[in-house]
């Protein structure tokens, strides 16, 4: 059974500050892997799309990886920002017939001005 | 950019009621997911839908069902709700396009109080 990790739960950084947020899943059979993020009380917004055949994706000041093969993702966030806090889930395809998503329980990360 | 909207935000209901929750998008997507979201448990599936009229149970269908009669509309129905169905129910799309698996986009979620 697949399951995806995020550690840690939390994170507070200060402005300014090169991060990286962490994932890792259980089976590397698979699809996809998606990372969100999310505001309090909010639905989720797409950040980055990595495909099984990518290693890497970029928008902006996100670089997400994937290392398949380890079971592993990061989501590399440079020069943070207050804006930039929130919470970030990343979630893996693991059926190509169902297209269901697993989700980590996410980071929530605070970037203090 | 892809849209996808959810009939309310907050929505109050009495243990009992029938309630429905509706999600439209608006990109011709195929597929379409509604998911609950609580504290300490993360998102879990509870239906999905890959074409009109047709539907797939997810992790937690018990106490729920669907519709679909219209390709961008998705409807959730809880046909007595309780109170441990309290939860941000987050409805959720994406394009079919054979091999290719694409990114899912999510409405901005409804906030459910069943007292």
């Known amino acids: 059974k697949q399951e995806v990790t995020q550690i840690p739960a939390a994170l507070s950084v200060p402005e300014g500050e090169n991060l990286v947020l962490n994932c890792s899943f259980t089976?590397?059979?698979?699809?996809?892997l998606q990372w969100f993020r999310q505001d309090p009380g909010k639905g989720l917004t797409s950040l980055l799309l990595i495909q099984s055949s990518q290693r890497e994706q970029t928008s902006g000041r996100l670089n997400a990886s994937l290392d398949k093969s380890s079971g592993r993702s990061t989501l590399y966030i440079a020069a943070s920002q207050p804006g930039d806090s929130a919470t970030y889930l990343c979630?893996?395809?693991?059926?190509?017939?169902?297209?269901?998503?697993?989700f980590g329980q996410g980071t929530t990360l605070q970037v203090k001005p | 950019d892809v849209k996808v909207t959810q009939s309310s935000r907050y929505l109050v209901k009495r243990t009992g009621e029938k309630v429905f929750l509706e999600c439209v998008q608006d990109m011709d997507h195929e597929n379409m997911f509604w998911y609950r979201q609580d504290p300490g448990l993360g998102l879990r599936l509870i239906y999905f839908s890959y074409d009109v009229k047709m539907k797939e149970k997810g992790d937690i269908p018990e106490g729920y069902s669907v519709s679909r009669e219209k390709k961008e509309r998705f409807s959730l129905i809880l046909e007595s709700a309780s109170t441990n169905q309290t939860s941000m129910y987050l409805c959720a799309s994406s394009l079919d396009s054979g091999r290719v698996y694409n990114e899912q986009f999510f409405g901005p979620g409804t906030r459910l109080t069943v007292l």
């Open positions: 979630a893996v395809l693991a059926s190509s017939n169902t297209g269901k998503l697993i």
């Open positions: 089976d590397s059979a698979i699809y996809n």
